[in-house]
């Protein structure tokens, strides 16, 4: 009972404290947080996430045929069944290696 009340009492003093007329401003501080903080913030990621792609290489991998990746034990259900759903011919490589050698 001890503890019981003392965590309801704690329930109410935190319950009391985000209803009191003392903290009107947090919708006016929450405001200028997403002004200056988040919005920059999001401006920077995409720069750097378009920068990054401005300098990374397009360049297919070599092909190693490693056995025990691109297993095939039964056909995909769909196309020709030897390609993955999201098969991308120029960054995926089939278990015999790339469909082509250029885009």
């Known amino acids: 009972p001890v503890q019981m ?8 003093v935190f319950a009391a404290a985000s209803h009191s007329s003392k903290e009107g401003g947090q919708p006016k501080t929450w405001k200028m ?4 903080l988040a919005i920059p913030g999001v401006g920077v990621c ?11 290489s397009h360049e297919q991998l ?4 490693y056995h ?4 095939r034990t039964k056909k995909f259900p769909w196309g020709d069944g030897n390609h993955t759903l999201f098969h991308n011919s120029h960054t995926n490589p089939l278990p015999d290696g790339y469909e082509s050698s250029h885009h």
Do not use: Q
């Open 68 to 71: 025990h990746l691109r297993i």
């Open 33 to 36: 947080l997403t002004i200056v």
């Open 46 to 56: 995409m720069a750097n996430a378009y920068m990054k792609a401005r300098a990374h």
């Open 5 to 12: 009340s003392a965590a309801l009492a704690a329930r109410r």
């Open 62 to 65: 070599e092909f190693v045929p």
